[in-house]
Structures are given as C-alpha cells and as structure tokens.
C-alpha cells in the first residue's frame, strides 16, 4: 500500500487543551477519512472528506483536506478524558482501487 | 452495526482460521484488513456482489468469501506467526462508497 505519515506519533495534553494532528503522503488522494480506535475495538469514522480545500466539522472535530491533495489536517477542540485513543487518518486514490491506505496512527492521551 | 466472530483466537502454525463477519444492515460491499499491533489497519481484499473486487498485497493463502445475506468469510491457510494480528471486518453502502464501517474485529494469536 500507499504510504501516509502521521504526527505527531502520540501527544499528552491536559482536559480542556486543543489537540492538533496531521497525515501526509507522497501520493495524491481523492478522499481523506479520519478514524478514532478504541483499545480492543475496530476503527470508528470520524470525518469524511472528499474535496481539495474542504472543511468539515464534527462535534468538536474538525478537519480538512488539503489543498494539495498530499495531506489532511484534523483537530481537537476543548478535548475531554473520552477523546483518549488512536487517530488514524486513512486515503483512497485510484492507485488503491476501493482499498484504504492508513497511517500509524496518532496515540492521543488526555489527563483530567 | 458490524460484527465479527468470534472475538479472540488461538491457532498453531501450519493450521487453517475461518473468521466471520455481517455486515451493517443494507451494506453489500465488504472489506477485509490486517492490523499488526502498533499499526494501521492493511488492506487484505474487497467483496462486491459475490466477488472479489480488490486486493492488497498479500499472499493466495488469504480468501474470502461473500453470500447473499451480505455476510462474509475470511480464510487463512498454512497459518505462520506473523499472521498474528487483529482481523477487521469493513462494510460499506455500495462498491464506490469509501465510507468504511468497522466491526470490532478478531484477535488471532499464532503459536
């Protein structure tokens, strides 16, 4: 698969703070999704992006689809000790087909 | 929503795995990946209509199967111990939707 880069790898903030992360990639990409894990569960959608330059938000999250098509962006606001998990961001172009490719992921912990 | 089964496994290297999956209501699209500990999720292959519509970059002894309720298998034969990770089971609404729904997956462990 297509390589994405996520950072930060992990970040530990305090309850409250703004959090910050993002995904790059040498390829162009049609889509961008965001996805929150669990420890012990699959991967849960966050946002779905699938324009160059688009916004969306939801909740307290909000993130964008860069205007290169090589990265996405997504951020926290006021974070609670519940957003603690693994952010993954995840792409599609038509290299991949149907597939998802995903980054590492960004290991977020949260201390009240 | 999504699920698996069963949840956790144990197998011995050189054995076959069958791991199931039912996909949310209305899906007829799923997908299959791999995630080792400490990675992403890697994509195994896709099924559409009975059919595999897509595949990653991994060997013949990974199969899948998909049936008219919308359910699905994966197979695993000559399991060997980097197989050992969190199976996760994806269903979308249609074969152009990229819009991935998880299950919670099933842990293999092979000895």
């Known amino acids: 698969g297509q390589q994405l880069n996520q950072s930060p790898q992990s970040m530990f903030i305090q309850e409250g703070e703004d959090v910050s992360m993002n995904c790059t990639s040498s390829?162009?990409?049609?889509?961008w999704l965001w996805y929150k894990q669990d420890p012990g569960e699959g991967p849960v959608l966050l946002i779905a992006?699938?324009?160059?330059?688009e916004l969306t938000s939801n909740g307290r999250l909000t993130a964008q689809f860069g205007i290169t098509r090589k990265d996405s962006f997504l951020n926290i606001s006021a974070s609670i000790p519940s957003d603690v998990g693994i952010y993954f961001c995840?792409?599609?172009?038509?290299?991949?087909?149907?597939?998802?490719?995903f980054g590492k992921g960004t290991s977020l912990l949260v201390t009240p | 929503g999504v699920t698996q089964s069963p949840t956790h496994l144990i197998k011995t290297r050189g054995q076959q795995v069958t791991l199931r999956c039912s996909s949310q209501?209305?899906?007829?699209?799923v997908s299959w990946y791999q995630q080792a500990l400490g990675q992403g999720p890697q994509f195994i292959f896709q099924?559409?209509?009975?059919?595999?519509?897509g595949r990653g970059n991994f060997p013949p002894r990974f199969s899948g199967l998909q049936f008219p309720n919308d359910s699905s298998e994966l197979n695993v034969n000559a399991l060997e111990l980097d197989d050992s990770a969190l199976y996760l089971c994806?269903?979308?609404?249609?074969?152009?939707?990229?819009?991935?729904?998880f299950g919670p997956g099933t842990r293999l462990t092979v000895t």
């Open positions: 994806a269903s979308s609404a249609s074969e152009s939707s990229y819009e991935q729904y």
């Open positions: 209501s209305g899906h007829n699209t």
């Open positions: 992006l699938y324009k160059a330059g």
């Open positions: 390829s162009i990409f049609n889509t």
């Open positions: 995840a792409g599609q172009n038509s290299n991949s087909g149907y597939a998802l490719n």
């Open positions: 099924y559409y209509r009975e059919e595999e519509n």
